[in-house]
């Protein structure tokens, strides 16, 4: 085992049980190592789901392991995010694909497995056609699904997708009923509203990647026009992920100083713009599909923010009911992202322009939904 080839004394120690605590209210839990995996501080309560692992556990006792991220759909994004979560150490993962594909994830799997040594993680990666080794998935990605060419628009995507997804969803409800759920196949907004409608999970444990990249984007462009490490860039962009998506120079920021005060409108509308169509342009230079390796970035940034509870309030595609006004629909929002998935969505006081176009971003969300319902009953 790789456990033992390097760094034996660590891992030996690793090894046995390394340490006992008792959570308030649960049964003992053992924090161990190389055999049952490693401590994670991540949904201890979801992890410690899954107690007597381990025969050798007394009842109530409960085996502590990493994290568990599936990624269903192991494409372009589905695979580059499996190699931001490993090279992070985010957790033990599993890259699944449709049988068609044969060995494809498995060797996509080995092939990042054997990049640890280099990139030092010990998180656990395998390939499967299999959604029996996805069970008990603490988060699962669905990158599932067709990604555009040149000339077509996400929507076009709708009727194809939103069969994959839904199937797809069947099968992550099935074999892990507690985990939360990402969904990054387009047209977004609607396949996560397909996700949360076919999998019955609470609304906060199904969300949508989008606004993570979407604003990243927007960060990128704003920091080549200005000349300054987008590190100290912070903006928010709201609404669904399609060219209605609404930007939000009021919660635009560098160094702390507004927007508007560095830029004057004219650049500021070319920059939004260039944000909006960010995923065209890709998909332009590129010719066989869609950009993967920032939409990756995003989504294990979400990945992360789940799986260690950091409560990073980013943009997702959470759903909206009395929030915004928007009335049971997915759409870009501010979210506080931690263990429990969504734990709060920040509403914040829009000016007349910003509601007009969140509004209009609202309705072109509905108009999606309404397409796929019809597509799905015929
Ligand atoms: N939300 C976003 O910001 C965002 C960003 C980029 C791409 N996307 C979308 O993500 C999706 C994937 O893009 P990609 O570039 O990885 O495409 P890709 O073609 O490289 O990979 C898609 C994978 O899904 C697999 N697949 C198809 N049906 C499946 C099923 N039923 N079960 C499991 N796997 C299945 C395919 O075999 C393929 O390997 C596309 O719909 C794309 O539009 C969304
Ligand atoms: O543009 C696409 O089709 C893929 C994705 O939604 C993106 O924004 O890059």
Same mark, same amino acid.
């Given at each position: 085992?790789?456990?033992?080839?390097?760094?034996?004394? $660590?891992? #030996?120690?690793?090894?046995?049980?390394?340490?006992?605590?008792?959570?308030?209210?649960?049964?003992?839990?053992?924090?161990?190592?190389? &055999?049952?995996? $490693?401590?994670?501080?991540?949904?201890?309560?979801?992890?410690?789901?899954?107690?007597?692992?381990?025969?050798?556990?007394?009842?109530?006792?409960?085996?502590?392991?990493? %994290?568990?991220?599936?990624?269903?759909?192991?494409?372009?994004?589905? #695979?580059?995010?499996?190699?931001?979560? %490993?090279? %992070?150490?985010?957790?033990?993962?599993?890259?699944?694909?449709?049988?068609?594909?044969?060995?494809?994830?498995?060797?996509? =799997?080995?092939?990042?497995?054997?990049?640890?040594?280099?990139? /030092?993680?010990?998180?656990?990666?395998? /390939?499967?056609?299999?959604?029996?080794?996805?069970?008990?998935?603490?988060?699962?990605?669905?990158? =599932? /699904?067709?990604?555009?060419?040149?000339?077509?628009?996400?929507?076009?995507?709708?009727?194809?997708?939103?069969?994959?997804? @839904?199937?797809?969803?069947?099968?992550?409800?099935?074999?892990?009923?507690?985990? !939360? +759920?990402?969904? &990054?196949?387009?047209?977004?907004?609607?396949?996560?509203?397909?996700?949360?409608?076919?999998?019955?999970?609470?609304? #906060?444990?199904?969300?949508?990647? %989008?606004? !993570?990249?979407?604003?990243?984007?927007? $960060?990128?462009?704003?920091?080549?026009?200005?000349?300054?490490?987008?590190?100290?860039?912070?903006?928010?962009?709201? /609404?669904?992920?399609?060219?209605?998506? !609404?930007?939000?120079?009021?919660?635009?920021?560098?160094?702390?100083?507004?927007?508007?005060?560095?830029?004057?409108?004219?650049?500021?509308?070319? +920059?939004?713009?260039?944000?909006?169509?960010?995923? #065209?342009?890709? !998909?332009?230079?590129?010719?066989?599909?869609?950009?993967?390796?920032?939409?990756?970035?995003?989504? @294990?940034?979400?990945?992360?923010?789940?799986?260690?509870?950091?409560?990073?309030?980013?943009?997702?595609?959470?759903?909206?009911?009395?929030?915004?006004?928007?009335?049971?629909?997915?759409?870009?929002?501010?979210?506080?992202?931690? @263990?429990?998935?969504?734990?709060?969505?920040?509403?914040?006081?829009?000016?007349?322009?910003?509601?007009?176009?969140?509004?209009? @971003?609202?309705?072109?969300?509905?108009?999606?939904?309404?397409?796929?319902?019809?597509?799905?009953?015929?």
């Amino acid at each position: 085992m790789r456990e033992s080839q390097n760094h034996c004394g $660590r891992h #030996a120690a690793r090894s046995a049980i390394i340490a006992e605590v008792r959570p308030p209210g649960e049964g003992a839990v053992y924090l161990t190592s190389a &055999v049952r995996g $490693r401590y994670s501080p991540v949904n201890p309560g979801r992890v410690g789901d899954r107690k007597n692992q381990d025969p050798q556990l007394q009842d109530g006792e409960t085996t502590m392991r990493r %994290a568990k991220i599936s990624i269903i759909g192991a494409g372009n994004v589905g #695979a580059t995010t499996a190699h931001w979560c %490993a090279a %992070a150490e985010l957790g033990d993962i599993v890259l699944l694909d449709i049988p068609q594909t044969e060995d494809m994830p498995k060797g996509k =799997a080995l092939d990042l497995m054997q990049s640890s040594p280099i990139m /030092g993680f010990d998180s656990n990666v395998i /390939g499967t056609n299999d959604y029996a080794d996805t069970k008990d998935s603490d988060v699962v990605v669905i990158t =599932a /699904g067709l990604p555009r060419k040149p000339g077509m628009s996400r929507d076009d995507l709708l009727a194809t997708n939103a069969k994959i997804v @839904s199937m797809v969803t069947e099968q992550v409800a099935k074999y892990s009923p507690n985990c !939360v +759920i990402i969904v &990054v196949s387009n047209p977004l907004d609607a396949m996560v509203q397909q996700a949360l409608k076919v999998s019955g999970f609470p609304p #906060a444990r199904v969300l949508g990647q %989008a606004g !993570v990249l979407d604003t990243a984007r927007y $960060r990128t462009f704003l920091a080549m026009e200005l000349g300054v490490s987008v590190e100290d860039v912070s903006a928010l962009l709201m /609404g669904g992920h399609g060219d209605t998506m !609404v930007p939000m120079p009021t919660c635009t920021s560098v160094g702390g100083i507004p927007i508007r005060r560095l830029l004057s409108q004219d650049k500021l509308d070319a +920059i939004v713009d260039r944000a909006r169509k960010g995923g #065209a342009e890709i !998909v332009g230079l590129l010719k066989t599909g869609s950009a993967y390796y920032a939409p990756a970035a995003a989504t @294990s940034q979400m990945v992360e923010a789940i799986i260690k509870d950091k409560k990073r309030l980013i943009p997702c595609a959470a759903y909206c009911d009395k929030e915004y006004g928007v009335g049971g629909y997915y759409v870009g929002v501010p979210v506080v992202l931690g @263990s429990g998935g969504v734990e709060k969505i920040v509403e914040l006081e829009l000016d007349d322009q910003e509601k007009a176009d969140f509004q209009k @971003s609202v309705d072109a969300v509905k108009e999606l939904v309404a397409a796929m319902a019809k597509l799905l009953e015929g």
